[in-house]
């Protein structure tokens, strides 16, 4: 293994190439929890008066929900390391003047066609070439049932995709609403919507999603309630013409985001690290459940609770992992984590089989397809199916075989990248990527955080 920096950008197109280091060790923070941050500023922009908001990510996904807010009425400013939102009031929205420009983000787009769906405005929303390809139908047809109405593009498989514009109702038909897939996103779309909407909005979650909007719905004041029926079906009821009352909020370290430093340690002999003030709620914790599974040493310190969020310090050591077969039913609560658990499966002993994974090749990338693509070229023996792959672990032994470097292609997904920059680390001669560029849609910082580690 090589002494020099993992981390290297090649060109000003942004290609980057990722090395062989020493152990990684050392305390590090990770950007806000993306989801928080979203609903952070969207909440806030709903409410009467000054919310606060510290720790709020930075990236270029939750930007371009504050630049919709603010292009709908909310004041957005930043103030050091604060935010302050003077938001306008359930039923407040003005209507944006041009387009609004979700650049790489699903989460905004989906989240704001909810909340414009029962005011009375239009907004069309646009977006770049990776998010117009992103199917919008599983938000449009709910909220079409509370009477928003719809325009869009229409792919060339049928699909409904962006650009697209609403026309929101108001009043709104509040409405029961079963979820057919698993979605914190169409779920978090349709209680936003039945915020100005009359009546009971009742979302039925089959399946248990991140439970963000529902934590922070109540502590803006909604009265919102959440009962488990006999079926295990979550039952989340919204009464509508809420009054929300401004908070101050201090967002968690996304787990998404740690998965990247934590599974680096797992795997670079000799780490031990500390990354802190992580959120770890039980509905986004999924992987590192899965990793302790696998052998990884991984433990929790210094446990609170922030702004009812749960909150801790992930203690990691490098350790010897072993395949396993996950769950499909641990799915929703590491959706986002399933490219990284891929590059941690490459490095174990044995094969790790993942199912239940559809849901994967409708994220910014068809990224089932993308982690196989990039794993082969690594020499890791992997079978993809419809909906998950198979992966035979090298048992520890050091990724591409002394081959010439590998150049990965990233589909402009953020978490593509971020993943096979972890397996640079483990690989015998070093691989590239084509652009490190879409990271900073997540997390800002990530290369320097790595070097640090590394350093």
């Known amino acids: 293994m090589t002494s020099k920096p993992p981390y290297q950008t090649i060109t000003e197109a942004e290609p980057a190439s990722f090395s062989p280091a020493g152990p990684l060790t050392g305390r590090v923070t990770v950007p806000g929890d993306k989801s928080i941050s979203h609903r952070s500023l969207i909440l806030s922009a709903l409410a009467i008066g000054k919310s606060e908001i510290s720790g709020l990510l930075e990236g270029e996904d939750v930007l371009a929900t504050a630049a919709a807010l603010r292009a709908m009425g909310a004041t957005i400013d930043k103030n050091g390391d604060t935010w302050t939102v003077h938001g306008v009031g359930v039923g407040g929205l003005m209507p944006p003047e041009t387009a609004l420009d979700m650049g790489n983000s699903g989460t905004s787009v989906r989240l704001l066609m909810g909340l414009v769906a029962s005011h009375d405005i239009s907004a069309t929303f646009t977006g770049d070439a990776s998010l117009s390809k992103r199917p919008m139908g599983r938000v449009i047809d709910p909220l079409s049932l509370m009477g928003a109405e719809f325009t869009a593009r229409t792919s060339s498989d049928g699909k409904a995709c962006l650009p697209l514009t609403v026309r929101g109702l108001c009043p709104a038909i509040p409405m029961e609403y079963r979820l057919p897939v698993a979605s914190a996103q169409v779920k978090s779309a349709i209680l936003l919507a039945g915020l100005n909407t009359p009546g009971i909005t009742r979302v039925i979650e089959p399946v248990p999603t991140r439970d963000h909007?529902?934590?922070?719905?109540?502590?803006?004041?909604?009265?919102?309630?959440?009962?488990?029926?006999?079926?295990?079906?979550?039952?989340?009821?919204?009464?509508?013409?809420?009054?929300?009352?401004?908070?101050?909020?201090?967002?968690?370290?996304?787990?998404?985001?740690?998965?990247?430093?934590?599974?680096?340690?797992?795997?670079?002999?000799?780490?031990?690290?500390?990354?802190?003030?992580?959120?770890?709620?039980?509905?986004?914790?999924?992987?590192?459940?899965?990793?302790?599974?696998?052998?990884?040493?991984?433990?929790?310190?210094?446990?609170?609770?922030?702004?009812?969020?749960?909150?801790?310090?992930?203690?990691?050591?490098?350790?010897?992992?072993?395949?396993?077969?996950?769950?499909?039913?641990?799915?929703?609560?590491?959706?986002?984590?399933?490219?990284?658990?891929?590059?941690?499966?490459?490095?174990?002993?044995?094969?790790?089989?993942?199912?239940?994974?559809?849901?994967?090749?409708?994220?910014?990338?068809?990224?089932?397809?993308?982690?196989?693509?990039?794993?082969a070229l690594l020499g890791v023996d992997v079978t993809e199916?419809?909906?998950?792959?198979?992966?035979?672990?090298?048992?520890?032994?050091?990724?591409?075989?002394?081959?010439?470097?590998?150049?990965?292609?990233?589909?402009?997904?953020?978490?593509?990248?971020?993943?096979?920059?972890?397996?640079?680390?483990?690989?015998?001669?070093?691989?590239?990527?084509?652009?490190?560029?879409?990271?900073?849609?997540?997390?800002?910082?990530?290369?320097?955080?790595?070097?640090?580690?590394?350093?």
């Open 213 to 375: 909007s529902e934590t922070m719905l109540k502590g803006f004041g909604a009265d919102i309630s959440v009962e488990t029926d006999k079926d295990g079906n979550r039952i989340i009821s919204l009464v509508g013409e809420a009054e929300l009352t401004p908070q101050i909020i201090t967002v968690p370290g996304d787990p998404s985001s740690a998965a990247f430093p934590v599974v680096a340690a797992l795997l670079v002999p000799g780490s031990d690290i500390i990354v802190e003030n992580v959120g770890i709620n039980p509905t986004r914790a999924g992987l590192f459940t899965i990793l302790q599974q696998m052998g990884g040493d991984i433990s929790f310190e210094n446990q609170r609770t922030v702004g009812g969020e749960p909150v801790a310090d992930i203690h990691v050591k490098h350790s010897k992992l072993n395949g396993i077969t996950v769950a499909a039913d641990i799915a929703p609560s590491m959706i986002d984590e399933f490219p990284i658990l891929f590059i941690a499966a490459a490095l174990a002993d044995g094969e790790t089989i993942t199912n239940g994974l559809s849901e994967l090749r409708v994220k910014e990338s068809d990224r089932l397809s993308q982690m196989a693509q990039g794993l």
């Open 385 to 455: 199916k419809e909906d998950g792959l198979a992966i035979t672990g090298s048992g520890g032994k050091l990724l591409n075989g002394n081959a010439d470097i590998i150049s990965i292609q990233t589909a402009l997904d953020h978490r593509i990248a971020m993943s096979f920059a972890i397996a640079g680390l483990v690989t015998d001669s070093g691989l590239s990527i084509d652009d490190i560029t879409p990271v900073q849609t997540s997390f800002p910082g990530f290369e320097s955080l790595m070097t640090e580690l590394a350093s």
